[in-house]
């Protein structure tokens, strides 16, 4: 199946459990939301989550934004019947917690296609321990494979920074060689990557901070906890003008028949390749999908 692009700046974090969170989605901004089952859900309200999740969907069959199911892990209590329930919601995307060997991916794609799973049913994989970032080569590429559904990495900072014992403090200088391993990986397997949280949502200067920082280092977009990040992450992972004005030049160029079947063109003094139109016409598609600076 072709991977259709999605913009994912900013990506929030509900959990299943909190009705009145559920009620706000459809007023909100966020690119996508990942309906969460595992971390923000106590243990003794798993079942009620997920009952409220599958009226959640009945009652929404469509939303502006993409929508992924968190579930827990498959080796837990809960994750088989947290499974179930993702794929009848029908999502867009599974999100697998704690992901460490590309079996961890497949394992998960053969029950979806036992079970007759639409293959609009997408997985996004948490890269959150050291197990899984040494293994985000092999992990991602499951993205290469024309039948598989693995779409994104998340990252999961938290978690990485609690398991090493590293300080995520200090414009996270001791994560960032991690950060970018991960991205790397995920980029050599075609997948998005989404940063991790920034846990205090009143401090809107630092969360943007984090969030250039982010899109610098080839971040797709940031995971949020609050909605009050949403409109800081839109506009850090926006093309900005000259980026939009660059992609729209270097479109208009090779769409000249004189370079329709040329891979090097000269424009503006550069060399520039079909690498780079793909990357144009990328940046274009994020900014047509979300109205911003047509």
């Known amino acids: 199946m072709r991977k259709t692009f999605r913009p994912r700046r900013s990506v929030l ?32 309200a798993k079942d009620d989550a997920r009952e409220a999740l599958r009226h959640y969907f009945r009652a929404n069959l469509s939303s502006k934004a993409e929508r992924i199911i968190r579930i827990n892990a498959l080796a837990s209590e809960w994750g088989a019947e947290d499974l179930l329930a993702a794929r009848a919601c029908k999502p867009d995307a599974i999100l697998l917690p704690k992901v460490e060997t590309p079996q961890d991916i497949t394992g998960v794609t053969e ?15 948490m890269i959150e321990t050291p197990r899984g970032i040494l293994n985000a080569d092999e992990i991602a590429e499951l993205g290469l494979r024309s039948t598989g559904r693995l779409d994104c990495f998340v990252v999961g900072t938290n978690d990485i920074a609690k398991e090493t014992g590293t300080s995520a403090g200090d414009n996270r200088a001791y994560l960032v060689p991690w950060l970018m391993q991960i991205v790397l990986c995920a980029k050599a397997g075609r997948l998005d990557v989404i940063d991790g949280v920034y846990n205090d949502f009143a401090d809107i200067d630092g969360f943007t901070a984090e969030c250039t920082q982010g899109a ?31 992609a729209k030049s270097i479109i208009a160029a090779f769409a000249l028949p004189e370079n329709a079947n040329r891979g090097v063109i000269a424009l503006h003094g550069k060399m520039i390749e079909r690498l780079h139109l793909a990357n144009a016409e990328k940046i274009m598609a994020k900014v047509q999908m979300t109205g911003d600076r047509l």
Do not use: C
């Open 216 to 246: 610098k280092m080839g971040f797709d977009g940031k995971t949020l906890i609050h909605p009050a990040q949403i409109g800081a992450a839109n506009g850090a992972f926006q093309p900005d003008d000259v980026a939009i004005a660059d």
């Open 13 to 44: 974090y509900v959990p299943a459990s909190n009705a009145k969170a559920l009620a706000k989605v459809a007023s909100l901004d966020a690119d996508a939301v990942i309906f969460d089952l595992e971390d923000a859900v106590a243990p003794d």
């Open 111 to 125: 029950i979806l296609e036992e079970t007759d799973a639409s293959e609009n049913v997408r997985l996004w994989a």
